[in-house]
């Protein structure tokens, strides 16, 4: 079975550019969060999706970032203009609405490097 | 501010020893928790889980133990085996909710 498929695995990209990370979810899935995982604060929550609506978003960092989710199979993380600090693992997860956390299958991640 | 706080970054521990593996947590709220392993360049994945009604959880080689009244838990793992090195996040959910709040994570090393 395919899991949680993210691209690109390795972005490397100069300040102030445009940066699109994607993500496929589990096929059946309904939930889709996207996580930031750094050194400092570990894996952070910056946003979740019920149904490809957005439910909560204040994780995200600040309105540099957006996250779209248009159909059931498939999310973007955008960050416009990229910044040094945006650099970390991006990672999306999936679940089916109601599990309580051992249910959410993580991608392999996207590591991002803004220089 | 961080809800969950894992205060070690590593941990080296010999093979067949225990390793033992802290968390706390500052929200009452918190009804679920649950730890997450993670191999280097892969995503975490799910490991074991306690409900708040309970203080002991054991599958396998691994036991997670809650103290509720401390805002404590730990994850014991008997014997520590080579395959056991990865980074052990610790994870809270109040249940119903979808916000699974994470850990800064802790690096266990297993020694030969």
């Known amino acids: 079975d395919a899991g949680v498929i993210q691209s690109p695995r390795h972005e490397v990209t100069e300040m102030g550019q445009e940066v699109t990370l994607r993500c496929k979810p589990i096929s059946g899935h309904n939930s889709l969060f996207w996580y930031r995982q750094t050194m400092m604060r570990g894996l952070e929550l910056l946003i979740y999706?019920?149904?490809?609506?957005?439910?909560?978003d204040s994780g995200m960092p600040e309105d540099r970032f957006s996250a779209k989710m248009p159909n059931a199979s498939f999310s973007t993380l955008k960050i416009q203009p990229s910044e040094p600090r945006d650099s970390a693992v991006y990672f999306c997860?999936?679940?089916?609405?109601?599990?309580?956390?051992?249910?959410?299958?993580f991608g392999e991640g996207s590591w991002l490097t803004v220089v | 501010d961080q809800q969950v706080k894992q205060n070690s970054p590593s941990l080296s521990v010999q093979e067949g020893r225990i390793s033992i593996l802290n968390c706390d947590y500052t929200n009452s709220m918190f009804d679920y928790f649950l730890w997450y392993k993670k191999y280097p360049a892969e995503g975490p994945t799910f490991l074991i889980s306690i409900s708040s009604i309970k203080d002991k959880n054991e599958d396998g080689r691994f036991t997670v133990f809650l103290n509720k009244s401390a805002k404590h838990l730990s994850l014991h793992i008997v014997p520590s085996q080579p395959g056991d090195s990865a980074v052990y996040f610790c994870?809270?959910?109040?249940?119903?909710?979808?916000?699974?709040?994470f850990g800064q994570g802790t690096r266990l090393t297993i020694n030969p």
């Open positions: 994870a809270a959910i109040i249940q119903g909710a979808q916000k699974l709040v």
């Open positions: 999706f019920n149904n490809n609506v957005p439910i909560d």
């Open positions: 997860a999936s679940s089916l609405r109601g599990g309580t956390g051992n249910t959410i299958y």
